[in-house]
């Protein structure tokens, strides 16, 4: 099972990125997908969730109302778009899926990528 990010990189305040994950070595159409980020001497924190279906999303408050979560059950991928960029958003980005959310759609995560560089400049 391999889950692979990309789309990060450098950009300026107040910009875009699209982050994606593509899974790879099984189905994840019965999983919860998500994102996280950890910035420089900080702890990897939530930032995103989308239930199996996409009907349900959970976000940080830190990023309402500016990031998206979005998943391609068929392509086995899941994006989040990130508008309004801010120089504290500069963290490495991890997608994570999760089986069976028995604490909600924040922890218990299963299976990780390997992180994706997003860097904003002020």
């Known amino acids: 099972v391999q889950l692979q990010a990309s789309g990060g990189g450098l950009v300026q305040a107040g910009g875009s990125l699209r982050l994606s994950c593509a899974a790879s070595g099984r189905t994840f159409s019965n999983y919860v997908m998500g994102w996280f980020r950890q910035a420089p001497g900080k702890e990897r924190e939530f930032v995103a969730a989308i239930t199996r279906s996409g009907g349900t999303t959970d976000y940080a408050d830190f990023v309402k109302g500016r990031f998206t979560i979005y998943r391609d059950n068929a392509k086995n991928t899941w994006d989040l778009q990130m508008n309004s960029l801010k120089s504290e958003d500069t963290a490495v980005y991890y997608c994570?899926?999760?089986?069976?959310?028995?604490?909600?759609?924040?922890?218990?995560?299963?299976?990780w990528g390997q992180g994706t560089q997003v860097t904003v400049s002020s």
């Open positions: 994570a899926a999760c089986r069976n959310p028995v604490w909600g759609l924040r922890q218990g995560y299963d299976y």
